[in-house]
């Protein structure tokens, strides 16, 4: 009895140091992008820098952002603007612009 003592206060002392890790401080939200009814502006033209402009002017804070696929092959053809594009634009956006990101089109998966 006298040795298991020392040995919990030990191991008490010691998981009282160690912290939990930061949560995270952002939501994953997708944009499935259309033709030329995205809020940055038409599909043929946006890339990362486009996007990445439109939601700093939206005073949208996010960790990263990419896009992800491709234009599919005849899409200048179309003339419909709502017809998606096979990209999804992923954003890791803070919690506090989650409502800011929701209104401007962007779903989360959960």
């Known amino acids: 009895m006298k040795r298991i003592l020392p040995v919990l206060t030990v191991a008490l002392a010691m998981t009282a140091c160690f912290k939990d890790p930061p949560p995270s401080i952002s939501k994953p939200m997708f944009y499935y992008e259309t033709l030329c009814n995205n809020p940055w502006g038409p599909a043929l033209t946006t890339k990362q820098d486009t996007v990445a402009t439109w939601l700093s002017k939206q005073?949208?804070?996010?960790?990263?952002?990419?896009?992800?696929?491709?234009?599919?092959?005849?899409?200048?053809?179309?003339?419909?603007?709502?017809?998606?594009?096979?990209?999804?634009?992923?954003?890791?956006?803070?919690?506090?612009?989650?409502?800011?990101?929701?209104?401007?089109?962007?779903?989360?998966?959960?």
């Not at 990263?64 to 709502?82: M, P, R, V, W």
């Not at 999804?88 to 779903?107: E, H, L, N, P, R």
């Open 59 to 110: 005073s949208i804070r996010y960790e990263y952002l990419s896009i992800q696929g491709e234009i599919f092959s005849g899409a200048a053809n179309i003339t419909k603007c709502d017809t998606l594009t096979n990209r999804q634009i992923v954003v890791a956006v803070v919690y506090a612009d989650t409502s800011k990101a929701a209104a401007a089109g962007f779903k989360s998966p959960y």
